[in-house]
């Protein structure tokens, strides 16, 4: 009878129609994100040839898809688009669902202002259910033991590798 009722809960749930689908890993149930909503957004500014607009910002999707924009003056500009592996997606969202992100950034080291001596600093927001968080690498260090931050890294990797952004001079 528990099953029964623990099924039933479960497609109604499945039926329900909001943003995110249920998946099923490892015995567990998962939400996945819409593929029309953005997952995550990271602006990566500072040390980017500042001789033009040439910082960049990768906006990503549920369902891999990736916008590359190039930041500067009043609007981005989008330049072109990637995917992102699918696993590696379902890695960080499973990630984010499972941390306090709140708690996640109190536990942080202070972050170093790389983009104050020509290097690039990462301005992350995560979008999740409960609203938007933003990290800073400027202000909390992105920590590789972090399962969230350590999630993250292929796919920043593969959005940066995946995008060229070409240098424009003023």
Known sequence: MYRALIALVLLVTACGGGSVAPETTTGAVVSRPAPDAV???ADLVGGCAMMGPN???YVVYGD???EG???GGVASELVAETTVDPGALAEFTEAVAGTDLEALR???PAGTCM???DGVDTTLVIHTGDGDVTFSS???EFDPSEPVFAALRPILDAAVAGIEIPVQTR
């Open 39 to 41: 997952v995550l957004s």
């Open 64 to 66: 891999g898809r990736v």
């Open 106 to 108: 109190s536990r942080l």
């Open 55 to 57: 910082c960049s910002r």
């Open 138 to 140: 400027a202000e909390t």
């Open 115 to 117: 983009a104050c001596v």
């Open 69 to 71: 924009y190039r930041l």
